[in-house]
């Protein structure tokens, strides 16, 4: 706050006197207590000294600042400091003084308060914002300095506390300012700051809206030297932010929707609008104008384009617009571009076509089509742009132009415009509208012109729509008139390559109307003469469509000669285009194609494809002799001026490679003798010259950002580029080598970051070179010395220390699974930094590649080390994390000296990460280190120590990325292939053991272990082991991994898992234990009996989230890829679960005080996962329903009283769990001496428990009724149907036939007492019929399931209760809802498959009695509807091409199906369908099958007696 200096020197006591101390102690003491006075009277005090002397623009200032104790302004209040109250005080009592001050001023002027504080901040704007007078005159002052933005801010802080005291007018402040030639960017931060809306100076007057287009435009145009002329550096976002702001509100005034309140308001509204859309309007085609192709974009031009085409972009993500608004902006954007200046004709348009390409259209143009695109769906831009070509002139270059946009970005956009493009023909041949038909051509020829990979050629499409007598033309002779006369119309602008199509592939016409093509074939013909275009000199593979550029006729030869080898070598036959040419166009054919192909040449000592297809051309008599003979001579000649040493000159290519040998060991020289960086950067230089000419790039290939595709095969190059890019791995190496005599990396200079930024210079070379390292590495890495192992990792340092400018790679499609822990968080298709690529195809399975990796991971460690400044974190950017990772795994594996040191520095934890790289000094470490790299006579062993000891080294193990976790671990060491380990089986059990014990579990969760919780180890170990398995198939296609996984150390893995889960279970043991002895507390108590209860229940979480995603499919498609899925998923767990302790499944819980096993985790899993995957549907594997029958054995020991705790876990799997019952009655004759035997053991011989004997007296009484052994029903035991059925089943169908027979003739005793049985024993026969339609069984094991079903239908047909079994809710099941439970999915819902496959096998009794059954017919037409929509659909069983022969084809049970429901219909009364049932089966079939649905309605409607009682 400003005080005049009198009033300062008034206050103060004078300081030219001169006074003792004691004198002033004395005068300080002799005066008089002042009197107190209150907060208010001070303040009053206050402002009267203030209002003294004050001026009023700088309290303007002062009341915005933060506080007196600050220099610097910001806008916004900093969260994070402590003076937050003292702040907000300050700036209350300075406003309290600036409206005071301006209240007192506007008393002496005699003006309201409202104008002054306008007048006053207007005048202080105009101070802040007008240019010096030296510098008004560049003219190009668009945005505020830094300093003047930072007042600006507190003026307007202080104005906005005048806004909230009601003393300040903005609209008063606008009036004033817009006469004083106001600044966007002012209006801009008016806008932010919420005093003046942009709506508002819109609608106030039309001229600021011509003011604002040129603002605008000068801001957009301002370029990046006016930006720096204007402040500093970062302006840019300033500007865009100004641009941004605007735009939205001028999309908000035009296109949102606003119901107005009053009578006069629609009007301002619309006229508000119609300003807003204006300036969006002008902007757009001053926007179009820059780049318009004719003149190009310049560079400042281009940078004003850019501007404005980014803020289409920003107005995407503002909250601030509502959707529909911005969707009716685009659309309206969009069409003002379809419609910019339509003055090119549809004639120019088609001469002019293939320069409107996507590749040819300006980045900005398409950048700003996608940007307009983005909102809607293709099929709603495509009739939208059928709509502006219908209702508009329009711009046809900017309409094509859209059009190949929407094709490139949109993956729809073929389809979709095929379908636009069938219907424009349509309409065109219908009411022969020109228009339509030219649009048509127009678009059809587009989309060629984008390459075959997004549309048809245009020849293809042309033989599409008028090849074929059922073309667009072929219905009448008027049509075939309008075709014509449209080609020939189109004749004189047509370019050749269409012309060409169509003269060689022609449209059909009838013979009678030959002459009426032949009369355009001549115009064409002539035409193409006036160009000077011959047909016959047409290539035999040209592409006609005009997506390539036009290729010389010699060149097209050879090509032609290329592509005809290609076929011949590739199918054995000559081509039929060969064939042709040599009949029909002979010219060329002797003229241009012979002699390219029979030029002449050193032949092969083996016959290669070219002499093979020409000796097959000679032997179809197409080679004339004289011209054979003429070639068979030059080829001699050839070859005896090669043997005879004479030398060919040497070619371009050989003189440019031995120019590139040269350089680089002069390279090599220069940094052997320590030159100069300078005279380094010079020879780096011209060696990049020389890469230019040996290898230039291709337009395709100068996008540097754009990721490399590697392959799997060998590089895909040419013979000069393989030894360009072995030349420069050499010359690297060397050099590397040389400098390195010298000096340490760090102090090397920067040659090696500048050759690795040379090779990004040349794109395609650096592919081949990446693919020459990918390939390389893992495969020929063994025999690569110690100067290539130290040169290849130091240029995958400099690769990584590139960062953002080197492009990235794709790996190839089949490596999604990699030996790198980083992989599972990686996929193949995602694209992968380089030297993180190269990093993880280092293999680490063999002891060979595990020395070599080895060695590359410790020289690359070593020379990032050394590079590095010791003073900064440096290491991050110069090695990889997964090579870091890598080198972790093998040097304890390798290096047993190491362990030790691990182990201590695990215990050392991550905080002395500071203090150690403090303690490396100035780096000295890792150039010792670099030294023992670099001797020769330095073991590995010993170069592995000192880097292990290494400070820099430990202190790059605490960042989190280079930790190699418990996770990473596993997955390295399950690829190892045991029969080629560097370990024996004892040493690997030891190295194991440590790493589990010593290593991960006692280590901290931060550091990547388990922090003492084998519960958690034990689940990272089964998650590892099922991620291993999962990626089986992808990990034995990797380059460097073809070992299959019956030889991985997944064995010894499993081992270390039954360790720890038996530690688990012995903890258990032993807190429960001390509990039973009164050892433990009650928190104790409760944590070993919560720990009890969960017991191995990890097991069942691991599965969950594996198979999480299999539950999420929708599709039939993808449900069958689940379902695989699952069934891989599974085959792992169940394997792991297999080697583990039965036991340990079966928690054991307290309730009430007694203990009882805890069945609900097995129950969920078993029907969640185990049911969906039974193969044969149904019935559990043997070993698995054993190992969950032991484990309930085996826990029950831990209860109160075991033989209760069973039957009582038998009771719950009978309700719950309907499968494992049904699996343990059908395996029981396994089961029994397995579990009679443990309970033995368990129980000292006591008798088994009541549900365990009624399974095995449920299996004797199947055993005796299929052997006829039982009568009457005094036998069957009193067990569940399911369980009884089960039992059965599984004797019936494992019996003699004979056997089977008795058995069979026996089941009449069931039918009254025990249907439920039958029932059951219905459904499991049914399931044995489509596993058997399934499987690749064959048509005999079919017609089996279906003998044994027809032998009990007799006996159910009569009550409803079997159809229960075919009804799709459980809730119509009723008794029955336990098949659901115990069925695969796929099975139920091929029931109807099932029931039309018995149905018409029934004989004629049956069949009556079964359609008196209830509900007969209303299941039998619903199972045919579903099985004919699961035919149609694709869902019913294929046939197995390695089946046998007698497969039924389901297209036959289909038919059958038919034929029987129409029977059954006949056979139906009237009333045995409700009228809704009826209602119902009559849609559905008449979508389906209208035959049945006009059965269904003339047999079962009621009788109509109107006509009986007309007579009344």
């Known amino acids: ?45 206050a402002i009267q000294l203030l209002n003294s002397n004050q001026n009023l623009t700088d309290l303007l200032l002062e009341v915005g600042e ?56 207007l005048d202080r704007v105009l101070e802040l914002t007008t240019p010096a007078a030296e510098t008004e005159e560049d003219g190009d002052h668009i945005l505020l300095t830094p300093v003047q933005r930072t007042q600006l801010g507190v003026l307007l802080q202080s104005t906005r506390e005048l806004l909230s005291a009601g003393t300040f007018s903005p609209k008063l402040l606008w009036q004033e300012y817009w006469k004083a030639q106001p600044r966007l960017e002012v209006v801009y931060h008016l806008h932010a700051e919420n005093i003046l809306a942009l709506e508002d100076l819109l609608e106030s007057d039309d001229g600021v809206r011509i003011w604002m287009i040129k603002q605008l435009k000068a801001l957009c145009g301002l370029t990046h030297a006016q930006e720096q002329r204007e402040g500093e550096e970062g302006q840019g976002d300033t500007k865009q932010k100004i641009l941004s702001t605007i735009m939205l509100a001028l999309v908000r005034g035009g296109f949102e929707e606003v119901q107005a309140a009053s009578g006069s308001a629609p009007s301002c509204s619309r006229l508000f609008s119609q300003r807003c859309q204006s300036v969006l309007d002008n902007m757009l085609s001053w926007l179009l104008g820059l780049l318009t192709p004719s003149q190009g974009p310049q560079d400042q031009g281009k940078t004003a384009a850019e501007a404005w085409v980014r803020v289409f972009e920003a107005s995407l993500s503002h909250a601030s617009v509502l959707g529909e608004a911005l969707r009716r902006f685009y659309t309206h954007s969009l069409t003002y571009i379809l419609t910019y200046c339509p003055l090119l ?51 046809w270059q900017h309409v094509l132009c859209c059009l190949s946009t929407l094709l490139v970005y949109h993956a729809d956009a073929p389809r979709c415009l095929k379908e636009m493009l069938c219907r424009l023909l349509g309409t065109a041949f ?76 022609p449209p059909y016409v009838p013979a009678k109307h030959r002459s009426l093509l032949q009369e ?12 000077k275009v011959s047909v016959e000199e047409m290539g035999l593979y040209e592409d006609v469509s005009g997506a390539a550029g036009t290729v010389q006729p010699q060149q097209q030869a050879q090509q032609d000669v290329e592509k005809a080898v290609s076929l011949f070598e590739s199918t054995g036959r000559i081509s039929t285009m060969v064939m042709e040419a040599s009949i029909f166009r002979r010219p060329y054919f002797l003229g241009r194609f012979l002699p390219a192909l029979l030029a002449p040449r050193m032949l092969p000592v083996k016959a290669d494809a070219r002499m093979n297809f020409i000796e097959a051309l000679r032997r179809a008599d197409k080679i004339p002799a004289a011209v054979y003979s003429s070639y068979t001579e030059s080829c001699q000649n050839e070859m005896q001026k090669q043997q005879s040493g004479v030398e060919r000159p040497m070619e371009g290519s050989e003189a440019l490679l031995a120019v590139l040998h040269a350089q680089l060991q002069e390279l090599r020289r220069l940094l052997s003798s320590g030159a100069k960086q300078g005279d380094v950067s010079a020879q780096l230089a011209r060696v990049s010259d020389t890469l230019s000419d040996v290898s230039p790039e291709r337009p395709e290939e100068m996008d540097a950002h754009a990721p490399i595709q590697l392959h799997t095969g060998p590089p895909p190059s040419c013979q000069l580029l393989t030894k360009v890019v072995n030349a420069l791995l050499r010359g690297f190496c060397q050099c590397l080598l040389e400098a390195s005599r010298a000096n340490p990396p760090n102090r090397q200079g920067a040659w090696a970051a500048q050759f690795v930024k040379l090779l990004l210079g040349h794109r395609r070379l650096l592919a081949a070179l990446l693919h020459r390292l990918w390939d390389l590495l893992p495969k020929q890495g063994q025999s690569l010395g110690a100067a290539h192992v130290l040169g290849l990792a130091a240029l995958l340092v400099q690769f990584h220390a590139a960062g953002p400018q080197c492009p990235t790679i794709l790996p190839p499609s089949s490596t999604s699974s990699s030996s790198s822990p980083s992989s599972s968080s990686s996929s193949s298709s995602s694209p992968m930094p380089v030297a993180e690529a190269l990093s993880e195809a280092l293999p680490t399975h063999t002891a060979d590649h595990m020395h070599f990796s080895l060695r590359f991971c410790v020289a690359v460690v ?64 890792a150039e010792e280190q670099w030294k023992c790299i670099t001797d020769p006579n330095v073991t590995l ?28 671990w596993l997955s390295l060491e399950l690829r190892v292939q045991r029969s080629q380990d560097a370990l024996s089986d004892p040493q690997r059990l030891e190295y194991e053991q440590w790493a589990c014990e010593q290593l991960y579990l006692p280590c901290a969760v931060e550091q990547g272990g388990c922090g003492g919780d084998v519960r958690r180890a034990c689940t990272l170990i089964l998650e590892a082991v099922m991620d291993m398995v999962g990626s089986e198939q992808s990990w034995q296609q990797r380059p460097e991994a073809r070992a299959p996984h019956t030889d991985t150390c997944l064995p010894d893995v499993l081992s270390r898992l039954q360790e720890l889960v038996c530690e688990l279970q012995m903890t258990v043991q032993w807190r429960r234990g001390m509990v039973a002895r009164g050892g433990a507390d009650a928190e104790a108590e409760a944590e070993a009996e919560a720990e009890a209860e969960a017991g191995l229940s990890f097991l069942f979480d691991v599965l969950a989230r594996q198979s999480s995603s299999s539950d999420a499919a929708s599709t039939h498609s993808q449900s069958l890829s689940s379902t695989l899925s699952l069934q891989q998923t599974l085959h792992t767990w169940n394997r792991v679960v297999l080697a583990l302790p039965a036991v340990c499944l079966i928690p054991v819980r307290s309730e009430g005080g007694r203990r009882t096993l805890n069945c609900q985790p097995l129950i969920e899993h078993v029907n969640h996962y185990q049911r969906k995957v039974c193969s044969p549907a149904g019935l559990l594997p043997y070993h698995l329903t054993a190992h969950f029958l032991r484990g309930l054995l085996g826990a029950s020991v831990c209860c109160d009283s075991p033989a209760a705790a069973i039957n009582s876990a038998v009771s719950e799997i009978s309700q719950h769990c309907p499968l494992l019952l049904a699996s343990a009655g059908r395996w029981w004759a396994g089961l029994s001496p397995v579990l009679v035997s443990q309970w033995n053991r368990l129980s000292d011989g006591d008798d088994l428990p009541e549900k365990l004997r009624l399974l095995a007296d449920c299996h004797s009484w199947a055993c005796r009724w299929v052997r006829g ?9 009193s067990a569940s149907p399911l369980l009884l059925a089960a039992c059965l089943h599984q004797q019936w169908t494992s019996a003699p036939d004979s056997l089977a027979k008795t058995g069979a003739e026996k089941l009449s005793q069931l039918q009254q007492q025990h249907k439920p049985v039958l029932v059951f024993l219905l459904f499991f026969h049914i399931t044995d019929l489509l596993n058997a339609y399934l499987s690749s069984q064959g048509g005999e094991s079919v017609l089996m399931a279906q003998k044994h079903c027809c032998a009990i239908l007799p006996l159910v047909v009569q009550t409803a209760d079997w159809l229960q079994m075919f009804h799709s809710k459980p809730a119509e099941q009723g008794q029955y809802a336990s098949i659901t439970s115990i069925s695969t999915e796929e099975n139920h819902r091929l029931m109807p498959l099932a029931f039309h496959s018995l149905v018409p096998s029934l004989d004629a009794a049956v069949l009556n009695w079964a359609v008196r059954a209830p509900g007969f017919l209303y299941t039998a037409t619903q199972s045919y509807c579903k099985l004919l929509q699961l035919f149609l659909d694709g869902q019913t069983p294929a046939p197995k091409p390695e089946a046998s022969t007698d497969q039924v084809d389901i297209s036959l049970v289909l038919a059958k199906a038919q034929k029987s429901l129409l029977k059954i219909i006949t056979l139906s009364s009237t009333g045995c369908l409700t009228h809704t049932q009826r209602s119902e089966l009559e849609t559905l079939c008449g979508e389906l099958d209208p035959e049945v649905a006009a059965t269904l309605s003339m047999q079962l409607s009621p009788p109509d007696f109107s006509q009986e009682l007309d007579f009344l």
């Not at 008034?10 to 001169?18: C, F, N, R, W």
């Not at 039982?1270 to 036998?1275: E, H, K, N, R």
């Open 430 to 505: 219908e009411a022969y509208d020109l228009e339509s038909m030219i649009t048509a051509f127009l678009l059809a020829r587009q989309g060629a012109l984008e390459g075959p990979a997004l549309f048809p050629s245009y020849t293809d499409w042309f033989k599409l729509a008028f090849g074929g007598a059922s073309g667009y033309h072929g219905n009448s002779k008027k049509s075939l008139v309008f075709l014509l006369k449209f080609l020939s119309d189109l004749v004189p602008f047509d370019p050749p390559q269409y012309l060409k199509v169509h003269i060689l592939h």
């Open 345 to 395: 004709k549809v004639s120019d348009a088609v001469a002019m076509q293939n320069n409107w390409t996507f590749a040819k259209t300006s980045p900005l143009l398409t950048s700003l089509l996608c940007k307009l695109c983005v909102l809607f769906s293709v099929e709603e831009l495509l009739s939208r742009l059928q709509q502006v070509l219908e209702s508009h002139e329009v711009n």
């Open 66 to 121: 933060q506080s007196p104790k600050f220099g610097k302004f910001s806008l916004y209040w900093d969260a994070e400091e402590k003076d937050v109250p003292e702040r907000s005080i300050v700036q209350k009592t300075g406003a309290s003084f600036l409206l005071s001050e301006l209240k007192r001023q506007s008393q002496e002027l005699g003006v309201p308060v409202g104008v002054l504080s306008v007048r006053v901040v």
């Open 941 to 968: 062993t010993k170069s592995v120590l000192e880097l292990w000891r290494c400070e820099a080294f430990s202190a790059l193990q605490t960042i989190p990325d280079y930790l190699l976790s418990f996770s990473d």
């Open 1 to 45: 706050m400003s005080l005049e200096m009198s009033t300062v020197l008034d206050l103060a006591p004078s300081q030219s006197q001169k006074a003792s101390l004691s004198s002033l102690l004395a005068s300080r003491t002799a005066k008089r207590p002042r009197d107190h006075l209150s907060g208010q009277d001070l303040q009053e005090a």
């Open 520 to 531: 355009y074939v001549s115009l064409a013909k002539t035409r193409l003469a006036d160009l």
């Open 862 to 925: 070593s020379y990032g080390l050394c590079s590095s400044s010791p003073l900064q974190d440096q290491e991050q950017h110069l090695l990889p994390s997964s090579l870091c990772k890598k080198l972790l795994y093998l040097v304890p594996r390798l290096v047993p000296e190491v362990r030790v040191l691990a182990r201590r520095g695990a215990g050392a934890g991550g905080g002395g990460g500071q203090e150690e790289r403090a303690a490396a000094g100035d780096g000295g470490e």
């Open 1269 to 1277: 052994e039982t009568s009457g029903l005094a036998a069957v035991p």
